[in-house]
């Protein structure tokens, strides 16, 4: 069946199917879909669902997916961000290949009204799991496992862009995989043709550098890939200080709180030019967060050791932030 539409944006993205009544075929295979929960989750519809394959159970899978049977109530902003998901997704695998990094979609589905990505289910989400009772062995196997795979993808030019607790998830068998390729953006950012950076990532994933990279794109001015990569250190740094304190959502609400504070009408800020505003404004959330950081570090004993580490990696100047290669091996260095 040809399922391409003469305005299919994702017409060239792998394995689309059809699913009609719960099931579908794919390479003359057959398999069916038994949805166990559905959540709402920002407007978008996360199914939780068990995938039979020729009628033997096969695994857990996630659906996210949107639509509207009635096209006047089709929010086309929604519907585009899986779109962009669809095509982050693509363009990722035919660089780095299907397998080679979890997050992959197994399946996707398109019509004018419908949209929807096919996932394993890599379990339960940072911010819902309670790591209290983890060793500090494992939770540096953790931290060690969530370093490789940004790395993973900063060495082939691809940025999440969104890493918070809520796009992290761990399976049963304890292993982290990344989720929520919705804002990824790739190594095209030098070609100026993808720029996929929203504004609104300068919150939501704690980095306050994307604002700035941002401002540098618009006004043509090329910039390192070592920014663009350190930039993610903020996000990063703020999952390991979670774990390793048993607080994933923490070091976020701390960047909400100081983001809001420091845009609240301020003289100093209000006088300087743009390039300006962004290093005054850098400057001091790079101080307030490394004050937080520090302060809670130093109450319990067992963290102090990780505070030179984490420290930083919120060094206001990207430059002499380490490489998350170098901070790895640190890591790895205090668990032997
Ligand atoms: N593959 C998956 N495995 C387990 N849970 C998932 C998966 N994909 C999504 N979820 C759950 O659904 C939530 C929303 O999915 P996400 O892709 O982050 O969408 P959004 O763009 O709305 O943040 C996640 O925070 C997580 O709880
Ligand atoms: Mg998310």
């Given at each position: 069946m040809n399922l391409s539409h003469p305005c299919d944006p994702i017409a060239n993205a792998p394995?689309?199917?059809?699913?009609?009544?719960?099931?579908?075929?794919?390479?003359?295979?057959?398999?069916?879909?038994?949805?166990?929960?559905?959540?709402?989750?920002?407007?978008?519809?996360?199914?939780?669902?068990?995938?039979?394959?020729?009628?033997?159970?096969?695994?857990?899978?996630?659906?996210?997916?949107?639509?509207?049977?009635?096209?006047?109530?089709?929010?086309?902003?929604?519907?585009?961000?899986?779109?962009?998901?669809?095509?982050?997704?693509?363009?990722?695998?035919?660089?780095?290949?299907?397998?080679?990094?979890?997050?992959?979609?197994?399946?996707?589905?398109?019509?004018?009204?419908?949209?929807?990505?096919?996932?394993?289910?890599?379990?339960?989400?940072?911010?819902?799991?309670?790591?209290?009772?983890?060793?500090?062995?494992?939770?540096?196997?953790?931290?060690?496992?969530?370093?490789?795979?940004?790395?993973?993808?900063?060495?082939?030019?691809?940025?999440?862009?969104?890493?918070?607790?809520?796009?992290?998830?761990?399976?049963?068998?304890?292993?982290?995989?990344?989720i929520d390729f919705g804002i990824g953006y790739l190594e095209e950012y030098h070609s100026n043709k993808m720029l996929n950076i929203k504004y609104n990532t300068t919150i939501t994933s704690g980095s306050s550098e994307y604002s700035k990279i941002y401002f540098e794109y618009c006004a043509g001015n090329e910039f390192p890939k070592e920014l663009f990569d350190k930039s993610q250190h903020f996000a990063v740094g703020g999952l390991i200080f979670g774990i390793l304190t048993n607080k994933p959502t923490s070091y976020f609400s701390k960047c909400l709180e100081i983001l809001i504070s420091l845009k609240n009408p301020n003289e100093k800020l209000e006088k300087l030019n743009l390039p300006n505003r962004f290093k005054y404004f850098n400057k001091q959330f790079s101080n307030a967060i490394c004050e937080f950081i520090s302060k809670e570090l130093d109450t319990v004993p067992e963290l102090i050791q990780f505070k030179p580490i984490l420290l930083n990696m919120f060094e206001y100047d990207y430059t002499k932030r380490q490489s998350l290669n170098l901070i790895a091996s640190q890591f790895e260095k205090i668990n032997t």
């Amino acid at each position: 069946m040809n399922l391409s539409h003469p305005c299919d944006p994702i017409a060239n993205a792998p394995r689309r199917i059809h699913i009609e009544k719960c099931r579908f075929n794919y390479e003359n295979k057959s398999y069916r879909i038994v949805i166990n929960k559905l959540e709402i989750h920002n407007n978008l519809k996360i199914c939780f669902a068990d995938l039979y394959l020729n009628e033997q159970f096969n695994k857990k899978i996630v659906i996210k997916a949107y639509g509207s049977t009635n096209s006047k109530h089709l929010n086309q902003d929604l519907y585009n961000v899986l779109v962009d998901e669809i095509k982050n997704h693509s363009e990722i695998e035919a660089k780095v290949g299907y397998s080679n990094y979890f997050s992959h979609m197994l399946f996707h589905f398109w019509t004018k009204h419908h949209i929807g990505i096919i996932f394993d289910d890599f379990g339960t989400t940072l911010d819902k799991i309670n790591i209290t009772n983890y060793s500090l062995k494992y939770k540096i196997q953790m931290v060690s496992q969530l370093i490789s795979q940004v790395n993973f993808l900063q060495e082939n030019n691809i940025y999440h862009g969104d890493l918070k607790p809520s796009n992290i998830c761990m399976g049963p068998d304890g292993n982290i995989v990344l989720i929520d390729f919705g804002i990824g953006y790739l190594e095209e950012y030098h070609s100026n043709k993808m720029l996929n950076i929203k504004y609104n990532t300068t919150i939501t994933s704690g980095s306050s550098e994307y604002s700035k990279i941002y401002f540098e794109y618009c006004a043509g001015n090329e910039f390192p890939k070592e920014l663009f990569d350190k930039s993610q250190h903020f996000a990063v740094g703020g999952l390991i200080f979670g774990i390793l304190t048993n607080k994933p959502t923490s070091y976020f609400s701390k960047c909400l709180e100081i983001l809001i504070s420091l845009k609240n009408p301020n003289e100093k800020l209000e006088k300087l030019n743009l390039p300006n505003r962004f290093k005054y404004f850098n400057k001091q959330f790079s101080n307030a967060i490394c004050e937080f950081i520090s302060k809670e570090l130093d109450t319990v004993p067992e963290l102090i050791q990780f505070k030179p580490i984490l420290l930083n990696m919120f060094e206001y100047d990207y430059t002499k932030r380490q490489s998350l290669n170098l901070i790895a091996s640190q890591f790895e260095k205090i668990n032997t």
